[in-house]
């Protein structure tokens, strides 16, 4: 059945944000930050389910280790922040009609992908059995998505609409999300820039905190405008094929994802403020990384549903089967 557009709008002028003006991602150009809400998320693997997981090694091998630099801010209090900012924009969002309901076909579509993926994720981040997960959808033609510290997720509808986004590909762009709070990316990058501004001084009352706690808490209204590097990026390009490849969605869906990205870039610089790998370039990592994935993808549980998108031009969504 087709949803009512008039209940949630699909063109709401949304705050702009800048935590990856940075990034290449066309998703995350236009505005760039993460929000969502709703739903918590459960699901968990069975013991041997996720110790069989754990046992493959898929693409851990190239990733780095956790950074020293995320020690210098507590994990607790970036997702705290998190978790205020993003309230406060969906709150905005909702003002405007521009927080799609849980009836939403789209939203649907969003969490059960986001259920397949969720449950990997604590092999990559302990944290992450912690974490209240919520997703949401807003009424934005942004190309955009992200996933804020603590399990936020947020998709924009332009970036459903405009790209055409098969199922494969969402949970690309979802792993990815995923991946920068599993991988802490905000908090490390909070880290530096803590250690920058106090000082080599501060760093020797790293474990009893002190004036770094509260540098930490005035650094929390700075989530929006985080900028993720090119390092960030590649990693998070990485451990999301992963995570997308558990979850029984094809890994090898960034090449179409990423020509579908170029195509809608057309006429933004190739490397995209010049901190992250052109799409080709990315293209040709991911191609790289799929003989690694791939047996993963094969081996996994494969989702019961599909999903269409919505009419492009933000007409009434298609749902499920």
């Known amino acids: 059945m087709k949803a009512d557009p008039t209940l949630f709008r699909t063109d709401a002028a949304l ?33 041997w389910a996720q110790e069989k997981s754990e046992r493959d090694d898929g693409l851990r091998g190239d990733v780095g280790r956790e950074s020293k630099f995320t020690r210098l801010v507590p994990a607790e209090q ?21 927080l799609a309901p849980d009836s939403h076909p789209q ?32 009424g934005s033609k942004a190309l955009n998505a992200f996933c804020m510290p603590g399990g936020k997720i947020a998709f924009f509808h332009g970036l459903l609409s405009q790209l055409q986004l098969n199922d494969d590909e969402v949970a690309t762009i979802m792993g990815h999300e995923m991946a920068h709070a599993l991988r802490e990316h905000a908090r490390e990058r909070m880290g530096k820039t803590a250690a920058t501004r106090l000082g080599a001084g501060a760093l020797s009352a790293l474990f009893g905190l002190g004036n770094l706690g509260d540098a930490a808490l005035n650094m929390g209204a700075q989530l929006l405008t985080l900028k993720f590097g090119r390092e960030d990026e590649s990693e998070a390009d990485i451990v999301g094929m992963e995570l997308a490849a558990r979850a029984g969605y094809d890994p090898g869906a960034g090449v179409t994802l990423w020509q579908k990205m170029l195509k809608a870039s057309q006429g933004a610089p190739p490397e995209f403020m ?14 790289s990384k799929l003989p690694k994935v791939q047996p993963i993808y094969e081996r996994a549980d494969k989702p019961e549903r599909n999903f269409g998108p919505p009419e492009k031009g933000g007409a009434a969504p298609q749902g499920g089967r």
């Open 78 to 98: 970036v997702e705290a922040a998190a978790t205020q900012q993003y309230a406060q924009l969906l709150q905005q969002a909702r003002k405007q009609n521009a």
């Open 274 to 287: 010049s901190t992250h790998p052109a799409g080709a370039t990315r293209i040709k990592d991911i191609q």
């Open 107 to 138: 939203l649907q579509r969003l969490r059960y992908i986001s259920e397949r993926l969720i449950p990997r994720a604590a092999s990559w981040n302990s944290r992450a059995k912690q974490w209240r997960w919520e997703v949401n959808l807003l």
């Open 15 to 47: 705050p702009a944000t800048a935590h990856h003006a940075s990034c290449a991602c066309p998703w995350h150009v236009q505005h760039s930050r993460r929000l969502f809400t709703g739903l918590l998320l459960g699901t968990a693997l069975p013991a």
